[in-house]
Nanobody, 115 residues
């Protein structure tokens, strides 16, 4: 079993930045895809960004050019750098790591963008 713990969320003003972290309880080398999802109140969970074991990245249209996903194998951590934040980015952000067909989810971290 793998435990994923997200951190770094909080309250930020529009235009500000946050960096989310997702720390794994074991090596992330075995994961073939690592993802960040988000879910706003009353909305479905949506994919924000993903990164494969080869380093290929993919982003949701609403965050392209503002968010960057990365991973640090030495720290077994996946990051989401979020810049130029907007009120519509407000959501609970979840980390999900896939090993084949098995996906592991974190508990989520709240991001609120408001003045």
């Amino acid at each position: 079993q793998v435990q994923l713990v997200e951190s770094g969320g909080g309250l930020v003003q529009p235009g500000g930045s946050l960096r989310l972290s997702c720390a794994a309880s074991r090596t992330i080398v075995s994961f073939n895809v690592m993802n960040w999802f988000r879910q706003a109140p009353g909305k479905e969970r949506e994919l924000v960004a993903s990164i494969t074991e080869s380093g290929s990245t993919k982003y949701g249209d609403s965050v392209k050019g503002r968010f960057t996903i990365s991973r640090d194998y030495a720290k077994d951590t996946v990051y989401l750098q979020m810049n130029s934040l907007k009120p519509e980015d407000t959501a609970v952000y979840y980390c999900k790591c896939n090993r084949g067909v098995i996906g592991y989810w974190g508990q989520g971290t709240q991001v609120t963008v408001s003045s």
